[in-house]
């Protein structure tokens, strides 16, 4: 998704603009550009493709400043191109910008009625008329002027050659934070982009704006009202968001999930009373047991997470529990009942439909509980309470480790919400005994990557894939199948298994793989029933089952091992298998697997 990265007091900011924008490339993009604010002018360079691309049409000699934006462009208005990315200029001032103007046709017939030109076919090019025409030797005015007239959403930074060492960045929707340094001064949609530099950030609110000189960082909202802001400081490493040795993000992702599944419950669990302890549930135990009902909402990986959540919240702490698809629920009229709480999942805490949902069901008068990767993330902030999963930065398109994470914070809170209703003290005991386990043995899945490598070799070229699992074990078959489409291009489905007969079964064929979860637990009987129905059919089978298991390994083509574990905590081991096979069969295909064509890291845009 786009990405924006602001600097001011550099001696020469160039590359480290540069620089801030390959940060941002795991985010997903198609286009880039720099602005940099030179005597009497603003110089925009711009491109299609890839930073490399940019940096080869970069006149390195002759651009020199110490003011600057620049951007990472993924198509919303018009396709990918040179005249359509960012930045985008009008005479000596320059802007880019995050989100969809929504009536900017209306706008654009204004200016041009006025004599602007237009270059683009983006909505955002409209901004740099729109402020430019509201100029008059004062940016930040300005750009107040200007966004009372925007309706949509947005993240901008603007530059004005006549204002040469000041940025102005404002926020309504998109996420934009301010690196404070040291005689710098930063901007960035992501603070990945800035953290070569400082590690003192400011995240803006809706509503907020910012302008950088070298020497100061004001506050203030679009009525021109000065805005007190926290700086925070960031505390992790930018090697976190390095490769380390893997050829991959996403496989350094899948082999960190030994230490992000413990440092997910690391310090949240209770052995000897067999419960949790969340910091950022402020809830009393009182008020844990007023809750009647929970909506879990979520986008894409999140929302399969979430439905791991519905089987084990329902199972064991007695909750009925509803999964919706965020962009759905934001749009329907949700029934909020007195005692409904809102668990809201986002890796990136910035999926502009999970945040709505979070935002419409809010006003509706539910509780809402977020349940997000990224520290300071606009859900997290505007959630009523929430837990962070402690995944760290996850840089690759497809989500891994996030999800693992997002599972075991919901464990967490079934042993939380159930231990006050009907769990009892040994269930939760053993439970959190168990947990403690299951870093090992996601490891003893890791050490067969090999063979699940050999596996994907066998079918990387085939053209569908069917996933199949029962109970809580359904969604990872979805996650499977998820994984493997988003970055190989196979076509993949994931079922509950017995509903293959009605419909899926006629898929089947030597020619089709079908990947069934078969683990050990109160489905196997039927399950085993499922995988000789595929048999039948001269299908492939390709099984997860549970270590020792004999009867379903006997029928399959390929069989892979999990650890045996408790039906809870199944789900931490059965999906990573299918990661490594979507992993393996994308590189086998030759594919880009970090960023997959079309796919952004967090989709800001409806
Ligand atoms: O950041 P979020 O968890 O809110 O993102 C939700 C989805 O966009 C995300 O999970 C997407 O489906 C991933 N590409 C999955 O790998």
């Known amino acids: 998704m786009c990405g924006i990265v602001g600097i001011t007091g550099h001696e020469n900011v160039v590359t480290d603009l540069v620089e801030g924008l390959r940060r941002l490339e795991y985010r997903g993009y198609d286009s880039a550009g720099v602005a940099i604010v030179q005597t009497d002018s603003v110089r925009v360079i711009k491109q299609q493709g890839k930073i490399n691309d940019l940096e080869r049409v970069l006149p390195w000699d002759e651009l020199h400043g110490s003011c600057g934006i620049a951007h990472t462009r993924w198509a919303t208005h018009g396709k990918p191109s040179k005249l359509n990315a960012h930045p985008h200029s009008s005479g000596a001032l320059a802007v880019v910008h995050n989100g969809i103007v929504e009536n900017y046709t209306a706008l654009k017939v204004r200016l041009e009625g006025k004599g602007h030109l237009f270059r683009s076919e983006t909505d955002s090019e409209v901004l740099a008329h729109l402020i430019l025409d509201q100029y008059d030797g004062n940016l930040e005015t300005a750009v107040q002027r200007a966004l009372k007239l925007v309706e949509g959403t947005y993240g901008i930074a603007v530059v004005h050659a006549d204002e040469p060492d000041k940025i102005v960045g404002a926020r309504r929707g998109s996420p934009l934070l301010v690196g404070v340094g040291d005689g710098a001064n930063y901007l960035a949609s992501d603070v990945a982009a800035i953290m070569g530099h400082t590690r003192q950030v400011i995240y803006l609110d809706d509503g907020e704006m910012v302008v950088l000189t070298p020497q100061d960082v004001t506050t203030m909202n679009v009525d021109n009202q000065e805005v007190t802001k926290e700086i925070q400081e960031i505390t992790w490493d930018l090697e976190r968001i390095q490769k380390g040795g893997y050829p991959h993000y996403m496989l350094k992702e899948i082999f960190e999930q030994p230490q992000t599944v413990l440092d997910s419950f690391r310090g949240r669990i209770l052995p000897e009373s067999g419960d949790v302890k969340l910091g950022g549930i402020q809830l009393t135990d009182r008020e844990l047991l007023a809750i009647k009902r929970i909506i879990i909402i979520a986008c894409g990986t999140s929302w399969h997470a979430g439905l791991v959540g519905e089987y084990l919240l329902e199972e064991y702490a007695r909750i009925p529990v509803e999964v919706e698809y965020a962009s759905e629920f934001r749009y329907r009229s949700p029934v909020i009942e007195p005692g409904t709480l809102c668990l809201t999942i986002s890796q990136s805490g910035e999926t502009l439909d999970t945040l709505e949902a979070m935002r419409e069901a809010k006003r509706r008068g539910a509780k809402v509980i977020g349940i997000t990767n990224v520290v300071g993330s606009t859900i997290a902030r505007e959630s009523d309470c929430g837990v962070y999963i402690h995944a760290g930065p ?67 070229q085939h053209s569908n894939c069917l996933y199949l699992g029962r109970g809580v074990n359904f969604p990872i078959a979805l996650e499977g199948a998820l994984k493997l489409k988003e970055i190989s291009y196979i076509h993949a489905d994931g079922y509950p298994a017995a509903e293959m007969k009605h419909g899926p079964i006629a898929l089947i064929d030597p020619n089709m793989p079908v990947v069934v979860i078969s683990t050990r637990d109160s489905s196997y009987e039927k399950i085993r029933g499922n995988v000789q129905e595929v048999k039948a059919r001269q299908g492939k089978i390709i099984s997860v089952v549970t270590e020792g298991d004999t009867e379903i390994a006997a029928a399959s083509d390929h069989v892979i091992t999990i650890p045996e574990t408790m039906n809870m905590l199944t789900p931490l081991l059965s999906v990573i298998p299918l990661q490594l096979l979507a992993y393996y069969t994308a590189v086998i295909r030759g594919e880009n697997v970090d960023q997959p064509r079309n796919l952004a890291k967090a989709v800001t845009v409806e």
Do not use: N
Not at 429 to 446: A, G, H, N
């Open 394 to 460: 996850e840089i690759g398109v497809a989500s891994t480790k996030a999800f693992t994470s997002q599972v075991t914070i919901l464990i967490l809170l079934t042993l939380l919400f159930g231990r006050r209703r009907h769990l009892g003290i040994e269930i939760g005991k053993r439970t959190i005994e168990e947990l403690q386990r299951i870093p090992d043995k996601i490891q003893q899945v890791l050490d067969q990557s090999a063979a699940i490598r050999a596996i994907a070799e066998v079918y990387a």
